[in-house]
């Protein structure tokens, strides 16, 4: 038996938490769940395996259980299944009952604190005292250790993969390289691609990024029609049409797609054979989601970065839809189911936001909502493909009939501003948004990409402008803002607030946005800060943390719900004409938190109405978060103002007339470094 000292610290935690229980007489299932879900959450963070408590799942025949625990890889996979019981149960007879449910046996633990069986594979391969530590280190190995052989194939397909995007796509740029040269079929179908894209995606799409089009089309197609089993999607999608068109193009003479893709032959068998064995919608959708995330890390690390290419958490979403239903209950007596109440997510990715609307709003209203008051646009078209076949199926799935959802449109939602569409792909495309641009929004919703463009000024990696909305922003938010440096405002979700408040006109209306929180405490934003409370009667800001880079004992894969560097929040902004105050609300989560304790926090308060709210009282400086600020500081003589230094006379009231930022490269490791070769 191994020594306190030897243990790892979550099963002494989990010893002492279980001490402290009894003491407290709560050795009931609801208390001592709570204990070993949290072991299990230690222990399978080295595995990169996350638990989810409280989980419906399908089993066979479509019947639905609901477990304690799912335990859960990187792509979403199920690799393991918990079930608490009371100390005091037969835990032999609810086994027994456990399994003429139809729960599976590939890797279950079943425990009651005193005794723990484990099943492997259908077998019992563990069963056994638990208030030895050593039978509990047993039990946790094994099941740890334990992997199906499909999901090996599939982890081992998956880093090939990622391995092999590269090399494929220069591959196919080599051909297409070719065929513009040879191949006047090609050439004239790419131009006409690139005008359609100039025309109505974005005046200044490059060669390039329609070459990236293609290249991603060809390398993906496969996976989506395996996933979705939906072979007519290249057919029925007006943007898949198109790009179909250029293959044929490109395979008229010599190059032979399914000859060049039997490099990845294995991976999308892999995929394939793991598509099969999900019956769950939901969870066939998250592997999809991954399967997409990593497939942008590896074809194109800068559009991941710049595009700000996350999953949102399913509590996340669930958490903001609830919100805004209650939102539009309380203040104005409506629901988004009710007709005239219409929902866009400006920034859809891959559909998650409009699926949970869609099992959200009741049936006697769904048919209505679906084909005219739901609206989401994407500019990338990896997302735009899974999103459009997500939200399909989400509608088939809870109604039993196909219909297309004619609320997507390829576009971005930052451009519709600045000039008329014309047609891109088919006019049904334009019909599109020529509908979304005359909707009466009402709500906003999403999670839009934050990132202000690159870590450093050498990576030639800047957020593309956006002039109407870039004049905005200076018109409001930097015009008011008393920062020196406001570079921070060119960060795209400060973009989709802007572009979302202007949206909703001088008309009443929700937003709930999911983004970097960093406009609610940095200097840069003061200006925004003060528009938002000037445009928005009550704002609610719900503080995520996980800011990596202000306090560098946290984790962003441990304790960020986006496992990323900055600091989250999720903001519900209501704008009522009714109300005469203009209110700031704010609460937060602890700092220290992991991720899972945050999501399930989420799930806990279920919506807005059940968060103990702190309401702020903002300075004359549109400062928010004042907790520890001195007052008095305001009154001190400044070192310098920009008043001063405009002045023709010495400035009077400050110390300096004159200052400066000093040296300023924004390309310093172009200019100095230790290397002189550098």
């Known amino acids: 038996m191994p020594s306190a000292t030897a243990l790892p610290k979550p099963i002494t935690a989990y010893y002492a938490t279980l001490g402290e229980f009894r003491h407290q007489h709560a050795g009931n299932e609801g208390a001592t769940r709570i204990a070993f879900q949290t072991l299990l959450a230690d222990m399978g963070r080295p595995h990169s395996l996350t638990v989810l408590g409280e989980q419906s799942m399908s089993v066979a025949k479509k019947k639905s259980i609901r477990v304690d625990g799912l335990v859960v890889d990187q792509y979403r996979l199920q690799r393991g299944i918990w079930e608490a019981k009371d100390p005091g149960d037969d835990l032999d007879a609810e086994i027994s009952r456990k399994i003429q449910n139809g729960y599976p046996l590939a890797n279950t633990i079943f425990e009651n604190t005193e005794r723990a069986v484990l099943f492997q594979n259908g077998h019992e391969a563990f069963n056994d005292d638990i208030t030895r530590p050593s039978n509990l280190l047993l039990l946790l190995n094994r099941f740890f250790d334990y992997s199906e052989p499909r999901i090996e194939g599939f982890h081992k397909a998956v880093a090939e993969f990622r391995q092999r995007i590269p090399e494929l796509a220069q591959g196919l740029t080599a051909i297409i390289d070719e065929a513009r040269r040879d191949n006047p079929a090609f050439r004239s179908a790419m131009a006409d691609f690139l005008t359609l894209c100039r025309e109505a995606l974005n005046p200044a799409t490059t060669e390039a990024e329609v070459e990236d089009m293609l290249k991603q089309h060809i390398l993906t197609e496969r996976i989506f029609r395996s996933i979705f089993d939906n072979p007519d999607f290249v057919h029925r999608n007006a943007v898949a049409v198109e790009l179909e068109k250029m293959v044929k193009s490109l395979t008229s003479r010599s190059f032979s797609r399914n000859d060049f893709l039997k490099r990845l032959d294995f991976f999308y068998r892999a995929i394939e054979d793991t598509a099969a064995t999900i019956d769950d919608y939901q969870e066939k959708q998250s592997l999809l989601n991954?399967?997409?995330?990593?497939?942008?890390?590896?074809?194109?690390?800068?559009?991941?970065?710049?595009?700000?290419?996350?999953?949102?958490?399913?509590?996340?979403?669930?958490?903001?839809?609830?919100?805004?239903?209650?939102?539009?209950?309380?203040?104005?007596?409506?629901?988004?189911?009710?007709?005239?109440?219409?929902?866009?997510d400006p920034c859809v990715g891959t559909g998650t936001f409009v699926m949970e609307l869609l099992q959200h709003i009741p049936m006697s209203a769904l048919e209505a909502k679906y084909a005219s008051e739901l609206h989401a646009n994407e500019v990338l078209l990896l997302p735009y493909y899974i999103a459009a076949q997500n939200i399909e199926h989400a509608y088939y799935e809870r109604t039993g009939s196909y219909a297309p959802f004619e609320g997507l449109v390829f576009a971005d939602t930052l451009d519709l501003l600045e000039h008329p569409q014309l047609p891109l792909f088919a006019p049904e495309n334009t019909q599109r948004i020529e509908r979304q641009k005359q909707a009466p929004i009402f709500v906003v919703m999403g999670n839009p990409p934050y990132n202000v463009g690159q870590v450093s000024e050498n990576d030639n990696n800047k957020n593309r402008k956006h002039p109407a909305i870039d004049s905005r922003i200076r018109e409001t938010y930097a015009k008011s803002s008393k920062a020196t440096n406001k570079n921070a405002l060119s960060d795209m979700y400060v973009k989709f607030f802007r572009w979302a408040s202007d949206r909703l006109g001088g008309r009443d209306g929700v937003i709930c946005f999911v983004s970097n929180n960093s406009f609610m405490d940095q200097i840069a934003f003061d200006g925004m800060r003060k528009h938002l409370q000037q445009d928005f009667s009550r704002i609610y800001t719900f503080d995520l943390g996980g800011n990596v880079r202000k306090n560098p004992k946290l984790s962003g894969t441990t304790n960020n719900v986006f496992g990323i560097q900055v600091g989250v929040t999720i903001t519900l902004l209501v704008r009522n004409s009714k109300h005469t105050t203009h209110e700031v609300f704010y609460t937060r989560v602890d700092e220290f938190w992991t991720k899972e304790q945050k999501l399930h926090h989420l799930g806990e308060v279920a919506d807005y109405t059940h968060v103990d709210w702190q309401q702020l009282t903002p300075d004359a400086r549109n400062t928010w978060l004042t907790s520890g600020l001195r007052a008095e500081f305001d009154n001190f003589v400044p070192v310098g103002t920009k008043e001063a230094k405009a002045e023709t006379i010495t400035g009077t009231g400050v110390i300096f007339k004159t200052y400066g930022r000093g040296v300023a490269t924004s390309r310093d490791n172009w200019v100095y470094d230790f290397n002189p070769d550098e």
């Open 290 to 344: 991954t399967l997409y995330e990593q497939f942008f890390q590896a074809y194109s690390t800068r559009a991941a970065d710049t595009h700000g290419i996350v999953y949102t958490p399913h509590e996340i979403v669930r958490w903001m839809v609830n919100s805004v239903e209650q939102a539009l209950k309380r203040e104005f007596d409506l629901s988004l189911s009710s007709p005239g109440v219409h929902i866009i």
